[in-house]
């Protein structure tokens, strides 16, 4: 009996003790910016940031746990109560402060550029003149800068900061905008083919964000934060942060006259008012009928193609049960959608404003997705045509060709293609038209698949039928051009459809080497005004309005061509 009572009370002190510890501070930062956030090569979290984040929290007396975020979703990551602060070198500006909150600042830098070692360009003024091509960074100030002053130049969006430098290193773009100690580190590593303009462009400063709070919240803990960042200046730990982690940096800035990153004067600091949302948004009843007709050609293409045609009952009563099961699932779906959206509600800031000013932008990438997707279909129907004919000739080094391009096609991630095909197999050609280059690079993919599709349909007909249209007296071309082809189309076409359905989605994966499609047009948007869910439900529906109408003609056609075997 003692024993029992002995583990009931240390089992009662085991349950007070994990409620009285406090809750851990969650901070994201994206660990791919040394020497600021980075994984050091132990594996562990290094940088100025971890060591401020470490700081801090042993400050509020609260566990730290660090998450790994990409720098565009962490103003998403932190609206939504994923994570409780931003650390990750952000740029306070007045546009994302629309979205979140920001501590005092911590560091003072500015934009600068990268350019090749032979360029013309010698400061922001040449950018302003002619016509350059510029790559940014995605929902960098870099982008935002780029886009609102130089109006004249074609802007490459990327998504990481080692190909942004490889742009300009490869001349495939005439200058980089980014701030002055990425531009410089970059440029360290590509000595012998770029340039770096130091000179800042403009000023800007680093600080910690935080989210807004709702009505009645308490934000203490910003208060806490300025503290933090007050304590941790006047104690001269940012001095030694920059002498383990920036001495060489330093060195730079004192020779050019530039005040080192973390001299912050209390003049400097930021306002803490943002600019208010204009909430009037400018009418497009053209844009508003053009969607609003495209999404009820879906629902009703989605109705054909998710109804039973059962012929044992009237059909009359076969439409009965079809719409019945029709509105149990849209009602289902809108219940959903109800719940989820209530509960992020309570956290999320929502802002439909930035999305619908920029709707023609972001129409266009969809309108662009399509026409990329079919030419990459009519392009690998040859590959995959090619394929299969080389792979029946008498020619074995051909056959052996094509069987190998297949497998190791086949056997390689489609991102892996894109990047190493544009910027490995496509650089001697001199190929800068990523548009191009990726259509190119889905269909030369797509058509591994589509002639392993084609050489599995013809197998599937029957010996008997070849040596039947010989015995009548056909050659070989017109025995596979009247006989085997179309039977094979026939039953070919549900794959071939799914193919194509494939290469839409798969067209989004062209984002990574700046080409402006749907998924990059939408994903820049969302960059530049700070929204998250908002454009990713947009993109859920805008590749929605592509696939289901394809998936119905798929099946239209499947009906027309099918045939009793």
Known sequence: MKRLISLFVFFLFQVFQLQAEPDPL?????????????????????????????????????????????????????????????????????????????????????????????SPIKSIEDLMTGKWKVVVKLGTTGESFARSELKNTTIVTMKQDPVCALEVAQKKADVWIYDQLSIFRHHKRHKDTTKALLKPIREEQWAIGLRKPKLGEDDSLRGEVNKFLKIFRESGQFEELANIYLKEEKKLVSSMGIPFIFDVKPSQKISQNGIEKNNTAESDPWFFIGVSVLILLTIIAFWYLTREEDKSIHSHESFSINLLGFVLLWIILIGVCFFIF???????????????NSRWLIFSGWIRTLWISFSALVLCIGVGIGLVVGSRCSFRPLRYFCRAYTEIVRGSPLLVVILFGYYVVFEPFNVNNKIFAGILLLALFAGAYLGEILRGGIESVGKTQFDSARAVGFSRSQTYRHVIIPQAVRRVLPAVAGLFIMLVKDSSLLSVIGAEEFTLRTDSVRSNTYTGIEAYFLLAVGYLLITIPLAYCSKRLERRFSYES
Do not use: C
């Open 342 to 356: 209530s509960s992020i509600n309570r956290s999320w800031h929502w802002n439909w404003e930035g999305l619908w």
């Open 26 to 118: 969650v901070i994201g930062m994206e660990l791919e910016y040394p020497p600021f956030e980075f994984v050091a090569e132990d594996g562990t979290n290094d940088g100025v940031s971890v060591k401020m984040a470490k700081a801090l929290s042993s400050y509020l007396g609260r566990p730290l746990e660090i998450q790994n975020i990409k720098f565009d979703a962490l103003i998403t990551a932190l609206k939504s109560d994923n994570i409780d602060l931003i650390i990750s070198s952000m740029t306070a500006t007045e546009e994302r402060r629309k979205s979140i909150n920001f501590s005092d600042p911590y560091v003072t830098t500015g934009l600068a550029m990268l350019v090749p070692n032979d």
